[in-house]
C-alpha cells in the first residue's frame, strides 16, 4: 500500500499536468531529470518505473503486439530473452505493467527492439523512461553503436535521445501470386549455418551469429542458399508471424539476391508476406512491385553512437525491424 501522502503528491502532479497542458506548455517530463532531478520522485512515487522483464512478461508483450498489430509470435520474444536475459525491460505506470524493450548486444553494436506502450499509458514519458533504462544498460556494456529501426510514432522520441536517421525501409504486404519461377537456390544444410553467418558478418559488417544461428535453427526449412561455382552468394531466411510471413534477412550480392527474394516468395504462393526492403535496393523494390506486393509502412533505421557501414544494396530484406 502506497501512503495517503504519496498519494497525494501524486494527485497533485496530476494536476500541475493537466493544468500545464491546456495553457500550451507541455514538457517531456522525463526530459526535465538532468534539470531538477524529478525522475526520482517520480520513480519513487511509483508513477514509472522500469524492471527486468521475464518469461512471465511474455503475454504482456503479445498483448502489446497484437495491439499494435505487429507480427511477432511467442518464439520472437523467448528468443529475445534468450538472446539478452538481462536487457529486455518492463515499463510501469501506477505499478501497471504497460510497456516493453528489448535489447540485442552483437559485438560492438547493439539494437534495441520491441519499444511499446499500451494504448492507454501513451505519452506519459514511458517509452522515454524505458529508452533511457536500456541506453544506460547498454552504454555499461560498452557497445559502440546502438542502432533501431523507428517506426513514424517512435522517431520523435528516438531523436530526442540522440539518435539520428540513416536510411529509410519500407515494408511491403501482401499475397504472393502464382507464377514465381523458381530460381535454383536450395535449403540450407545445418553444417553451412557458419559459413551464412560469416558471409552475413562480411556483408553487414556485424556479428549476428547470436541472432543468426537462433532464427535458423527455429526454422531450418525457412533458410535457403544460393552458390556460384562453389562460392555462397547469399542467403534468405523466413519465418512465420501472426499476421504474416516474414521473407528476411535476405544478404547477397547481386544478381543473387533477387534470385533468393523470388525462390522466398514462390515458396509463399498463396500466403500473406511481410518484406522490409531498404528503399535504396532498387531491384528488390521492383520485384516487391512486380509481385503486386503493397506498401504497408516505413521504417527509419536509426543510429547512436559510432555509424555502422552496412550497405543497403546487398540487404535485400532487413530481418524486421526488431533484429536490423
Ligand atoms: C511510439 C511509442 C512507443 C511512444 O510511447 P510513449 O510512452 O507515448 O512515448 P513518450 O510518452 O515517452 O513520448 C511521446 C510523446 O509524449 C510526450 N510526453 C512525454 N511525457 C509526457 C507527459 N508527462 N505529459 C504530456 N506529454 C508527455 C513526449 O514529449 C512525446 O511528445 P511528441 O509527440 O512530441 O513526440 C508509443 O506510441 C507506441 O507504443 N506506439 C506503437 C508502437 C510503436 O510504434 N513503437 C515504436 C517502435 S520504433
Redesign the pocket.
Same mark, same amino acid.
Given at each position: 500500500m502506497r501512503s495517503s501522502r504519496t498519494g497525494d503528491i501524486r494527485s497533485s502532479l496530476r494536476r500541475l499536468?493537466h493544468t500545464l497542458?491546456p495553457s500550451g506548455f =507541455?514538457?517531456?517530463? =522525463? =526530459?526535465c531529470v538532468p534539470l531538477c532531478d524529478c525522475r526520482r520522485i517520480w520513480y519513487a512515487l511509483g508513477m514509472i518505473s522500469i524492471r527486468g522483464m521475464t518469461i512471465t512478461d511474455i503475454p504482456l508483450g503479445l498483448r502489446?503486439t497484437r495491439q499494435?498489430g505487429?507480427n511477432q509470435l511467442e518464439a520472437d520474444w523467448l528468443r529475445f530473452l534468450s538472446m539478452q536475459p538481462q536487457g529486455c525491460f518492463v515499463?510501469e505506470l501506477d505499478g501497471q505493467a504497460v510497456?516493453t524493450t528489448v535489447t540485442c548486444t552483437l559485438g560492438p553494436v547493439a539494437w534495441i527492439a520491441?519499444?511499446?506502450?499500451?494504448?492507454a499509458? /501513451? /505519452?506519459?514519458?514511458?517509452?522515454?523512461?524505458?529508452?533511457r533504462h536500456a541506453l544506460g544498460f547498454l552504454d555499461g556494456e560498452g557497445v559502440r553503436t546502438i542502432r533501431?529501426?523507428?517506426?513514424?510514432?517512435?522517431?520523435?522520441?528516438?531523436e /530526442?535521445l540522440g539518435f539520428t536517421p540513416e536510411y529509410r525501409l519500407t515494408r511491403y504486404e501482401g499475397i504472393v501470386p502464382e507464377g514465381m519461377a523458381p530460381g535454383g537456390t536450395v535449403e540450407a544444410v545445418q553444417r553451412e549455418y557458419r559459413e551464412i553467418v560469416a558471409f552475413d558478418q562480411e556483408m553487414t559488417g556485424t556479428p549476428r551469429e547470436k541472432m543468426l544461428l537462433r532464427l535458423f535453427e527455429e526454422s531450418p526449412q525457412g533458410v535457403r542458399i544460393f552458390r556460384r561455382g562453389g562460392r555462397l552468394e547469399g542467403y534468405v531466411s523466413l519465418r512465420k508471424g501472426a499476421n504474416a510471413t516474414q521473407i528476411g534477412p535476405c544478404i547477397a550480392t547481386s544478381p543473387a539476391g533477387e534470385v533468393l527474394l523470388c525462390d522466398a516468395l514462390s515458396l509463399c504462393t498463396g500466403l500473406r508476406v511481410f518484406i522490409d526492403i531498404p528503399c535504396d535496393n532498387a531491384p528488390a523494390v521492383g520485384l516487391a512491385g512486380r509481385c503486386g506486393l503493397q506498401t504497408q509502412r516505413q521504417?527509419t533505421r536509426m543510429c547512436r553512437g559510432e555509424p555502422v557501414h552496412d550497405q543497403p544494396a546487398s540487404i535485400y530484406a532487413s530481418s524486421g525491424?526488431e533484429k536490423g
Open positions: 499536468k497542458a =507541455s514538457p517531456d517530463w =522525463s =526530459s502489446l499494435a505487429w515499463g510497456a520491441m519499444v511499446l506502450v499500451e494504448t499509458a /501513451r /505519452r506519459h514519458g514511458v517509452a522515454t523512461a524505458l529508452l533501431l529501426d523507428a517506426t513514424a510514432a517512435g522517431q520523435p522520441v528516438y /530526442r521504417f525491424p
